[in-house]
């Protein structure tokens, strides 16, 4: 079945550091992937929808230029927390969805970002 | 603003009981509809599809009721391994997925 695997895991940084998280489709072409973010006791929240070859969507009250998002090729998708601080601390999870299918998403393991 | 409404919870219920959870949308328009279960700092996964003629698998069972736009997740003979939160995720159309806010399930001894 189609895999997403999503690096690191997990991430402790200190206030001011930027952090990177990628996200691949491992067997299957993704045109489009999704961020988002989880807090604790909270649902997940879609931060942005990334598209191959074009800029990425933000959901409202997402700063684009603090979590950069690039999908350069139609297996990777990357997000960069810049200058995190902690109240970025949350858990990051990507999925994707094969290009041109309604099917289901495919999740990422998930990357519990913890910034000190 | 298109919306997926799920209720909260938690549904405390027993073991073995059997516990029922409703999803609404409000695209008419929405084309695909899924059950995902997620575990407390991981990743969803997929739980079922929801197919316009009912599914159903093992003790779960899912609905989907076009005309009053609501979809739902049937569990029987509930096990402590079904505690989760369950999110309900509605495909509006190519690369549009809405998630509903997940109904967490506890299930106790």
């Known amino acids: 079945g189609a895999v997403v695997s999503q690096h690191p895991s997990r991430v402790i940084c200190k206030s001011g550091t930027s952090v990177k998280i990628e996200c691949r489709s491992l067997?299957?072409?993704?045109?489009?992937m999704f961020w988002y973010r989880q807090f604790p006791k909270q649902s997940l929240m879609l931060m942005a929808t990334s598209n191959e070859g074009s800029k990425a969507t933000y959901e409202q009250g997402v700063e684009k230029d603090k979590f950069l998002i690039n999908h350069a090729s139609l297996t990777l998708s990357t997000l960069t927390v810049t200058s995190a601080h902690p109240e970025d601390s949350s858990f990051y999870i990507c999925s994707a969805q094969r290009a041109r299918s309604n099917e289901k998403l495919f999740f990422g393991s998930g990357t519990q970002l913890s910034v000190l | 603003r298109k919306e997926v409404e799920q209720d909260p919870g938690p549904f405390n219920v027993p073991e073995g009981a059997t516990v029922a959870f409703n999803c609404t949308y409000s695209n008419s328009a929405s084309q695909s509809f899924f059950w995902y279960r997620q575990d407390c700092r991981k990743e969803p996964k997929l739980l079922m599809s929801v197919y316009s003629s009912g599914n159903e698998d093992g003790r779960f069972t899912a609905q989907l009721n076009r005309a009053s736009q609501y979809i739902s997740l049937l569990i029987r003979d509930s096990k402590l391994s079904d505690s989760a939160t369950y999110l309900c995720?509605?495909?509006?159309?190519?690369?549009?997925?809405?998630f509903g806010k997940g109904t967490m399930l506890l299930v106790s001894p």
């Open positions: 995720v509605v495909n509006e159309g190519y690369s549009t997925l809405t």
């Open positions: 067997d299957f072409q993704a045109t489009t």
